[in-house]
């Protein structure tokens, strides 16, 4: 089975640097993916990581590592737009299907 | 460029009704498709994939069934609703080859009653 734990809320001000974990047990995982849903909105995609290491997409930047089934996604310079659930996701090397995690509740105050 | 259409946006449906939700992908072809259904404050749950016409992959059993009739048209269905199916549903597609992440549709509240 596959299984992806990451924190149910998070709260940061304005300006601030947040970092949101994401720990996995899936058999076959192959990569890691990030998505943002604002409330009522379809989910979007920000990051994605096949390989060990950082990415940085401008203000935000995920990390993976396949050792310790463990990756993250970095906000800076956090704004109040960035008020948002973030979904980690786990991608099988079996396809393309995505299993996602219970999701982490950012609010950001000013 | 790709777009992805999703409709209707709401939706309320007495128990026992049938449902038909569609979704149609602009843009690109041959696309792996992908319904998945969101409860209220929770993640996204797979339920069925499409990676061609007429090749469907369930995740979940249920009451739910999809069928992918043209290469950019994806249909979920239910012949009898059951309060359970309350749900969002979003479409998403991807291309094949290279992984670039999900492109979701703008989603169907379904509101069984």
């Known amino acids: 089975g596959q299984s992806l734990e990451q924190p149910s809320e998070v709260t940061a001000v304005e300006g601030a640097i947040v970092q949101i974990n994401c720990t996995y047990q899936t058999s076959g995982f192959y990569g890691l993916s990030w998505y943002q849903q604002h409330d009522g909105g379809a989910p979007t995609f920000l990051s994605y990581?096949?390989?060990?290491g950082l990415e940085e997409t401008g203000r935000f930047s995920s990390f993976l590592s396949r050792s310790d089934s463990y990756g993250y996604l970095l906000l800076q310079e956090l704004q109040m737009k960035d008020s948002a659930s973030y979904f980690c996701?786990?991608?099988?090397?079996?396809?393309?299907?995505?299993?996602f995690g219970g999701g982490t509740r950012l609010m950001v105050k000013p | 460029s790709q777009t992805i259409h999703q409709w209707p946006a709401t939706l309320v449906q007495p128990v026992g009704s049938p449902l038909s939700l569609e979704c149609t992908v602009e843009g690109t072809s041959n696309p792996n498709l992908y319904w998945y259904r969101q409860a209220a404050g929770r993640g996204l749950q797979l339920l069925f994939y499409s990676v061609g016409i007429g090749q469907i992959s369930s995740e979940v059993p249920q009451n739910l069934s999809a069928s992918r009739p043209q290469d950019r048209q994806f249909i979920l269905s239910s012949k009898k609703l059951l309060l359970s199916d309350s749900g969002f549903y979003l479409c998403a597609w991807e291309g094949q080859g290279v992984f670039y992440g999900y492109t979701f549709g703008s989603g169907t509240r379904l509101t069984v009653v």
């Open positions: 990581n096949a390989l060990d």
């Open positions: 996701a786990s991608q099988l090397d079996a396809g393309n299907m995505l299993t």
